[in-house]
């Protein structure tokens, strides 16, 4: 995302902070207030500054989101080294990348795809990195890179973003029951394996349902990539 900044606030302020001091204190409040209730002002008495010296840094809300979000998908690169198993490695990062992207509900839906911030480019950097290990032919390693990549960040905010959503006026857990009482309802002919899935729709692990898809599609590459017959 290209930035402009503005122009230097008076007395120099904006040289006492950092930007990632700034995104730092962002994603603390991202946490505590939700992305509406983020505010320049609120950002300003957190970091006990001006908030001209925070357009220093950032040059609106969209960004500073948007860095802020990058920032919670950098930790999460740090967690899992490149494996030496090139699908070992693919499962450990796509799981911390969820499991960051979990914890920090409002940033999902703000992982560009595709990559443009630092992180979100690291990410797809390591996974071409790593789906070039496997043995698939040269030509396919940007078309499967970018299919796991979208994977990784479209299926988390598909999947961790409408929580959000929904927690502000319900649980998910009241949610989910409604929506299983709806599927419940409908005619079994026209809808036979939604009325015989409300029990699971219930019930259902959000982790685990990423996993499941994460381990078809890597049990696709495996097959895909290695051409010995199966013994």
């Given amino acids: 995302m290209p930035r402009t900044r503005g122009r230097a606030p008076a007395g120099g302020r904006a040289g006492a902070l950092s930007q990632e001091i700034v995104i730092g204190a ?3 409040l991202l946490d505590e207030h939700g992305e509406r209730g983020l505010t320049f002002r609120l950002l300003a008495e957190r970091l006990n500054t001006g908030t001209g010296a925070l357009y220093w840094h950032v040059a609106n809300k969209d960004e500073l989101v948007a860095l802020a979000a990058d920032q919670v998908l950098g930790h999460a690169l740090a967690a899992p080294g490149l494996a030496a198993d090139a699908g070992t490695g693919l499962r450990a990062l796509a799981i911390a990348v969820f499991d960051a992207l979990d914890r920090h509900s409002w940033a999902a839906s703000h992982v560009t795809a595709p990559a443009t911030l630092a992180n979100a480019l690291r990410l797809f950097d390591r996974i071409g990195t790593l789906v070039a290990r496997t043995g698939l032919p040269a030509e396919r390693h940007f078309a499967v890179s970018t299919a796991i990549f979208y994977y990784i960040t ?13 927690g502000a006026t319900t649980s998910r857990d009241a949610f989910l029951a409604q929506t299983a009482e709806r599927w419940g309802k409908l005619d079994p002919a026209d809808y036979p394996f939604l009325t015989r899935a409300t029990t699971d729709l219930r019930d259902h692990d959000d982790r ?8 078809l599609l890597l049990d696709g590459l495996n097959a895909t990539a290695d051409p010995r017959p199966p013994a």
């Fill in 26 to 28: 962002a994603v603390a």
């Fill in 208 to 215: 685990d349902q990423f996993i499941a898809g994460l381990d």
């Fill in 154 to 166: 479209g299926v988390s905010a598909q999947i961790i973003a409408p929580g959000t959503t929904v």
